[in-house]
């Protein structure tokens, strides 16, 4: 079992920044990642991806403003979030899965992001 942590959610301001982390006990997790968000009553949207050589993906609706980055060790990861926009505000999850595999396996509990004008 991989146990996922979030921290760094918050209120902002729209136009304003902040900085999502995951962090896992687990050393060297060599598992693709990802951030995806949820909206009460909408159903949970992938909206960043990285994989084991870096290579990343990002949801349309957040290309240009938010990057996903792993630390070197693979026990971390990132979303930086710029120019924030309050359609931005959701429950913000990171998730891990075998790279071979098309779903999410692990999951961590969550950090509310909340975006006002």
């Known amino acids: 079992q991989v146990r996922l942590e979030e921290s760094g959610g918050g209120s902002v301001q729209a136009g304003g920044s902040l900085r999502l982390s995951c962090a896992t006990e687990?050393?060297?997790?060599?598992?693709?990642m990802g951030w995806l968000r949820q909206d009460p009553g909408k159903e949970r949207e992938e909206i960043a991806s990285?994989?084991?050589?870096?290579?990343?993906t990002y949801a349309e609706r957040v290309k240009g403003r938010f990057t996903i980055s792993r630390d070197a060790g693979l026990t971390k990861l990132f979303l930086q979030m710029n120019a924030l926009k309050p359609e931005d505000t959701a429950v913000y999850y990171c998730?891990?899965?075998?790279?071979?595999?098309?779903?999410?396996?692990?999951w961590g509990q969550g950090t509310q992001v909340t975006v006002s004008l």
């Open positions: 998730a891990a899965r075998p790279c071979w595999r098309a779903q999410y396996k692990y």
């Open positions: 990285i994989d084991l050589d870096g290579i990343t």
């Open positions: 687990e050393m060297n997790m060599r598992y693709c």
